[in-house]
């Protein structure tokens, strides 16, 4: 990783590899995997509106972040998202943002379809 700044670590299960990535520019190092076709991508509002410059491409879904967002309803309204957007095992989700978003993205991603990367 360039300058690095970042830290890529990759945590294991017996459902698949999951990479998480951390660092300072680190929005700048998810160009590639925002650019690939199989990518779903949740971003923080705050996120969104500070550095949409940088994104090749509008998100599948902005969310504004905070604890209201752990919800099982916000789950529910997220899983149907993936699957009306034909989201299957081979795609990769990608959750970018602050902590409670990325906790409705991880549990998501990992009962979606049993699990995905």
């Not at 925002?34 to 509008?58: E, G, M, Y």
């Not at 752990?70 to 993936?82: D, G, I, Q, V, Y």
């Amino acid at each position: 990783m360039s300058g690095g700044k970042l830290k890529r670590m990759t945590l294991q299960s017996v459902s698949g590899d999951c990479d998480v990535i951390c660092g300072d520019k680190v929005l700048s190092e998810l160009h590639s995997l925002l650019c690939k076709d199989q990518t779903f991508s949740v971003v923080d509002t705050a996120v969104w509106n500070l550095h949409r410059d940088i994104f090749p491409r509008k998100p599948n879904i902005v969310l504004q972040g905070g604890e209201d967002i752990k919800s099982m309803e916000a789950a529910s309204n997220l899983l149907s998202l993936l699957a009306e957007s034909g989201v299957d095992r081979s795609y990769t989700i990608v959750g970018i943002g602050g902590g409670s978003l990325l906790d409705l993205v991880g549990f998501c991603a990992a009962v979606y379809m049993r699990g995905v990367e």
